[in-house]
């Protein structure tokens, strides 16, 4: 079946613009996740979804970072007022419940300019 | 300490070669353990995934956990060009955290044909 699937796979914006980054998760995963890839460091986790609610933001970095769920299914991450640190990969992972192996889409890797 | 170490390489053997993959931890509440691989530019994508001390097999690949030595490893066997990756190990605890997964920053291994 399909797989976890993120828009755009690259953006390059300019130093102070918003983006917003999409995910769709594997049909019928409950659970949600962002994570940031930045070069040379590990997976960073940012925040996580069961279902349309968002338990545990504590990763996001600033307040400039925000996610929304609809529908149990598709998230946004949007970044405000983007900085040049914030030029990363982002990932997008789905699972069936909390705590399982997650499923990872291809990433968007953001540029800030 | 980093909760999760890994040595990142690189390692580079010849197609057929066994490849040992390690990675230590600090947090005694960790009891699930992953293996992702990730190609270049691509998300990560789930191999192992283990509950506890023990060995798991799957194919070619064989993971095992040491909880005493709070000590992982992931074996490839007959190793392929095509298993060219970074492997990156995961972790994570039971209870109310247990969505937040734990990363080592990955190990890049290249297979020489």
Not at chain 1, 37 to 42: H, P
Not at chain 1, 61 to 83: H, K, M, N
Not at chain 2, 6 to 35: H, K, R
Not at chain 2, 56 to 61: Q, S
Request: with cysteine.
């Amino acid at each position: 079946g399909a797989g976890v699937s993120q828009s755009p796979s690259n953006k390059v914006t300019e130093k102070g613009k918003d983006v917003e980054l999409r995910c769709d998760p594997i049909s019928g995963h409950t659970a949600l996740y962002w994570y940031r890839q930045s070069l040379g460091q590990g997976l960073e986790f940012l925040i996580y979804f069961q279902g349309n609610s968002a338990p545990d933001k504590s990763g996001l970095p600033s307040d400039r970072f925000s996610a929304e769920r609809t529908g149990g299914s598709v998230s946004t991450l949007t970044i405000q007022r983007t900085q040049q640190e914030d030029s990363a990969v982002y990932l997008c992972a789905s699972s069936p419940t909390a705590g399982t192996g997650l499923y990872f889409g291809p990433g968007t890797r953001l540029t800030v300019t | 300490q980093k909760e999760v170490e890994q040595d990142p390489g690189p390692l580079s053997v010849p197609e057929g070669a066994i490849v040992s993959l390690n990675c230590t931890y600090s947090n005694s509440a960790f009891q699930y353990f992953m293996w992702y691989r990730q190609y270049s530019r691509k998300g990560p994508e789930l191999l192992m995934y283990t509950y506890s001390s023990g060995n798991k097999e799957d194919g070619r690949f064989t993971a095992q956990v040491d909880k005493s030595s709070k000590y992982i490893s992931l074996f490839i066997r007959d190793s392929q060009p095509s298993d060219s990756a970074t492997y990156l190990c995961a972790m994570n605890g039971s209870g109310g955290s247990n969505y937040k997964l734990t990363f080592g920053k990955g190990t890049l291994l290249t297979v020489n044909p």
